[in-house]
């Protein structure tokens, strides 16, 4: 145990030692003090992700409490009393500590209050219900079913409470199937494949998402409509080509199902409530240029609702998944530091990234989040590549000027949501994983098929909408 403790432990404080080393102890050319503490709080925020010898959203807490201690304007003294032109830039502790209250994270705190107000009042099962009725009883419409419905749900709740409703579904009838018909693996696999897929959709379907939004501003910004609009057909394409592949990999001997899902529509005033609360948000969401709003202000209109009118209450708010709030503030914190010291800016000059095609580029970042996103999570993923990708977008300007930045961010984003070839990938994939009716060789070989047809995919949309000036 304690042999384990130190493979874990050690790779992660030797970062932190550095952090501590005074300026003159380690020296790195053209690199100010800030620039390189920045460099080994990153370390440290890349082996905490990986190897988890702490949860991961406490990584990000650490991250931002080392920037406000090492590298903002009213850390420690001995931090910070260097020669300015050694010093280098020092953050605001004001612009740190935003990163907990981030707009960004304000669009998920939204999305969250509606995910618990429709699971508390049963509108998730209802309409699964009531969606799912017109897919008949033919085992691959069935699916096909469950498949859009997970999508749909996934883009607006939690991926992961999705994938625990659709698989308690779907329990009793992946016990009609005979032990060696392989259409249960088919069907086990149709949930969490869905729900990876789906929360592609929106800028709330999923963490890597909201992590992208903090670098499409500006010139580059892209509203709740508009991410819809290259998010959805992506996904329907994703969605129809993945059903394809899990009947052609698992086809099913069994010739009908019957899916009995019972349950009432609430007609309380709280319940008309919610209803109508969730079609307001989301009606708001996709009409920004209308009513001028933005996404961040939309989403705060369900928390103030749902308080107010004690639908979601102080026991609720204990459901809420803080965990990926922090996560993701993390994240901005680490961009932040990245952006605002200049570091990220450094390392994209110091490669000869003009010398290359910017579609290499393109390929190149993608796959390795694609790679990466597979072994660790994809908000961490997410966290540690779209800092330097944004800044990397911004140097092809020259090479690819119309909305080289945003097909290069969407991109990478698309593919830290596309990795979900091994149990540990995503939390939908362990869901299924552990019904007990799926091998890992089973789930790696949809995976891995996906991933890599997904990122093509991705890249024809978004090039034929770039040619098109659809975006950027």
């Given at each position: 145990m304690l042999k384990r403790n130190l493979k874990y432990t050690l790779p992660i404080l030797l970062p932190l030692i550095v952090l501590l080393l005074p300026a003159d102890s380690f020296a790195l050319d053209g690199l100010t003090l800030v620039e390189q503490r920045v460099i080994a709080i990153f370390v440290m925020a890349t082996l905490c992700w990986v190897?988890?010898?702490?949860?991961?959203?406490?990584?990000?807490?650490?991250?931002i409490v080392l920037e406000l201690l090492l590298i903002s304007d009213n850390g420690l003294w001995f931090a910070t009393n260097s020669a300015p032109e050694?010093?280098?830039?020092?953050?605001?502790?004001?612009?740190?500590?935003?990163?907990?209250?981030?707009?960004?994270?304000?669009?998920f705190l939204g999305g969250f209050f509606l995910a618990l107000a429709a699971t508390k009042y049963r509108l998730?099962?209802?309409?699964?219900?009531?969606?799912?009725?017109?897919?008949?009883?033919?085992?691959?419409?069935?699916?096909?079913?469950?498949?859009l419905i997970t999508a749909?749900?996934?883009?607006?709740?939690?991926?992961?409470?999705?994938?625990?409703?659709?698989?308690?579904?779907?329990?009793?009838?992946?016990?009609?199937f005979a032990a060696e018909d392989l259409g249960k693996v088919a069907f086990a696999l149709s949930v969490p494949v869905a729900a990876n897929i789906g929360g592609i959709a929106t800028p709330i379907g999923t963490p890597?998402?909201?992590?992208?939004?903090?670098?499409?501003?500006?010139?580059?910004?892209?509203?709740?409509?508009?991410?819809m609009s290259i998010g959805v057909p992506f996904v329907v394409v994703m969605l129809f080509i993945a059903w394809l592949l899990l009947i052609?990999?698992?086809?099913?001997?069994?010739?009908?199902?019957?899916?009995?899902?019972?349950?009432?529509?609430?007609?309380?005033?709280?319940?008309?409530?919610?209803?109508?609360?969730?079609?307001?948000?989301i009606l708001l969401w996709l009409m920004g240029n209308l009513h001028g709003m933005s996404s961040y202000v939309v989403a705060m209109l369900p928390v103030a609702i749902f308080s107010i009118f004690n639908i979601i209450n102080k026991e609720d708010l204990k459901n809420i998944p803080w965990d990926v709030l922090w996560l993701v503030s993390g994240g901005i914190a680490l961009g932040l530091a990245l952006d605002k010291t200049g570091l990220a800016a450094h390392v994209v000059?110091?490669?000869?990234?003009?010398?290359?095609?910017?579609?290499?580029?393109?390929?190149?970042?993608?796959?390795?989040?694609?790679?990466?996103?597979?072994?660790?999570?994809?908000?961490?993923?997410?966290?540690?590549?779209?800092?330097?990708?944004?800044?990397l977008g911004a140097s092809m300007h020259s090479l690819l000027p119309y909305g080289g930045q945003v097909v290069l961010i969407l991109s990478v984003t698309f593919s830290?949501?596309?990795?979900?070839?091994?149990?540990?990938?995503?939390?939908?994939?362990?869901?299924?994983?552990?019904?007990?009716?799926?091998?890992?060789?089973?789930?790696?070989?949809?995976?891995?098929?996906?991933?890599?047809?997904?990122?093509s995919v991705a890249f024809a949309m978004l090039f034929i909408m770039n040619k098109a000036h659809f975006i950027g």
């Open positions: 190897l988890e010898p702490i949860p991961i959203y406490a990584t990000s807490v650490l991250i050694q010093q280098g830039q020092l953050l605001s502790q004001t612009a740190i500590m935003a990163t907990f209250a981030s707009p960004i994270i304000m669009l998730d099962i209802n309409l699964a219900r009531v969606l799912l009725r017109p897919f008949g009883y033919n085992p691959k419409y069935v699916m096909l079913g469950i498949m749909v749900f996934s883009m607006f709740m939690s991926n992961t409470a999705t994938t625990a409703m659709m698989l308690s579904i779907l329990t009793p009838v992946l016990a009609l890597p998402n909201a992590v992208a939004l903090k670098y499409l501003v500006n010139e580059n910004s892209i509203s709740f409509a508009e991410w052609k990999l698992f086809p099913t001997s069994t010739q009908q199902i019957d899916l009995n899902i019972e349950g009432i529509f609430l007609k309380t005033p709280k319940a008309w409530l919610v209803y109508g609360t969730f079609l307001l948000t000059d110091a490669i000869p990234f003009n010398n290359f095609h910017p579609l290499l580029l393109i390929v190149g970042a993608s796959m390795l989040c694609l790679l990466m996103a597979n072994f660790m999570s994809n908000t961490a993923t997410a966290n540690l590549l779209l800092p330097l990708v944004a800044t830290a949501s596309l990795g979900m070839s091994l149990p540990v990938s995503t939390p939908p994939n362990a869901l299924a994983y552990a019904s007990g009716h799926i091998e890992t060789k089973q789930m790696a070989k949809i995976g891995i098929i996906i991933g890599i047809i997904g990122i």
